[in-house]
C-alpha cells in the first residue's frame, strides 16, 4: 500500500465510527445491492439506527448481515470505515428505552418507529491523503 493511503487499526475505526452521526447502510435486496444513507449513533461496539415499516426492516427480517459504511473528506485528507455484523430489531421495552435514550434522534420526521442495533463482528478502515497521482498516469 502506498504512502497516500494508511489503514487504520481497529481502534482507530471505532474512534471514527463513534464520532459519526451519518454513513450508508449495505443490503442485499431481492438479490441485488442497495445503499440506504441515514443517521446512526455509535457505542460499545454496537451501531444503532431507526427506521420507518419498509425495506430495510423487511430485508433485516429475512438476512440479518448488515453493512455500514461512514467517511469523511477535506481538500487535503479522507478516510472510510466499514463495519460488518449482524442487524436486529429491539424488541424487548427495556432495549428500546435504552435506545431512546441516546442521541439519536431522526433528522426527517417520517415515523421511524423501529429501532435496530447492528452488533459488529469486523471493521476495516482507510486513510487517505490527497495528491498528484504519483505513478504518473493519466487522471
Known sequence: MSDAVERLTDDQCWELLE??????????????????????????????????????????????????????????VGWSVVAKGRARVLTESVEIDAAAATPLHPWVPMGQSHYVEIEVDEVSGRRFAFGPDTAGAAV
Open 19 to 76: 464520532g459519526s452521526v451519518f454513513g450508508r447502510l449495505a443490503l442485499c435486496v431481492d438479490g441485488q445491492p442497495e445503499i440506504f444513507p441515514l443517521n446512526v449513533y455509535v457505542a460499545d461496539g454496537r451501531i444503532l439506527l431507526r427506521t420507518a415499516e419498509g425495506t430495510k426492516l423487511t430485508q433485516l427480517g429475512v438476512n440479518d448481515r448488515a453493512v455500514f459504511e461512514t467517511d469523511a473528506f477535506t481538500s487535503h
